[in-house]
């Protein structure tokens, strides 16, 4: 059996489809849909089908749950007091069923436009690669090329930019090359980064500080953590030297 999960006005509405094609919609979740405040006992006063069950992932572990021919979804439709109970009828039997039966699965029709999700997207893409330490410009190209892979939209071509120059690229240095220009060490010129306010120690790792916005980067070193997730080197422009000598 196959599970589709799809939704109506906000809810999920979980649907299996067997071997044979037949459609079963979870009894439950119809009952919430159609507003029914106690399901079990709606199930049992207006679905006279014969009682099937089918076993489900749940947040409590895998359980068996009641599931529905399509007419007693129809039984449970027409008892409901719900406003909404004729939109929910006209979505099952003109719109969900007739597309499973022809797909093998639920296709929205567009009800969430992917260049909707393509701009819900493009802000958290963009914090994500300034945190990074890229330029806003930089920052803006990356996320769209980003959002672009994940969703086919082109944010910004959508909002008629063909292209974005990226900022001056000022050069970074690790703590070991800028502490040199000064005659310290790398160790010593984090501890004057961490004195200046401008990084503090997380765990085993330097990491920036509000403070230090707009004169550090991210670099990618192409190697990986026991986790899988890359390994950054934080690397500084080297006009913060100017902010370690006015806090000293």
Request: aromatic share 8%; charged share 20%; hydrophobic share 45%.
């Amino acid at each position: 059996m196959q599970l589709v999960p799809f939704e109506f006005d906000g809810r999920s509405i979980r649907v299996i489809t067997d071997a044979q094609g037949e459609v079963w919609f979870v009894g439950k979740d119809v009952c919430q849909a159609l507003g029914y405040a106690d399901h079990a006992n709606a199930l049992k006063q207006h679905c006279k089908g014969v009682a099937k069950r089918h076993p489900l992932q749940t947040a409590g572990g895998v359980q068996e749950v009641r599931v529905l021919a399509e007419p007693d979804v129809l039984r449970l439709i027409v008892s409901s007091s719900l406003p909404a109970a004729e939109a929910f009828e006209h979505w099952v039997f003109e719109d969900v069923l007739p597309s499973i039966r022809k797909t093998g699965g639920y296709v929205v029709a567009m009800t969430a436009k992917p260049e909707l999700e393509a701009f819900k997207l493009i802000p958290v893409a963009v914090r994500a690669a300034r945190a990074l330490g890229l330029d806003r410009n930089a920052a803006a190209i990356s996320a769209n090329q980003a959002v672009n892979r994940l969703t086919g939209m082109n944010v910004m071509q959508l909002l008629g930019h063909t292209h974005l120059e990226a900022e001056q690229q000022m050069p970074f240095f690790t703590p070991t090359q800028l502490g040199e220009r000064i005659g310290i060490s790398g160790r010593k010129l984090n501890l004057l980064l961490a004195e200046a306010g401008l990084q503090a120690k997380q765990g085993d790792d330097w990491s920036p500080l509000p403070a230090a916005e707009g004169f550090f980067r991210f670099f990618d070193t192409s190697k990986r953590h026991g986790s899988g997730a890359p390994v950054l080197q934080l690397k500084w422009a080297e006009h913060v030297l100017d902010l370690i000598e006015q806090a000293a």
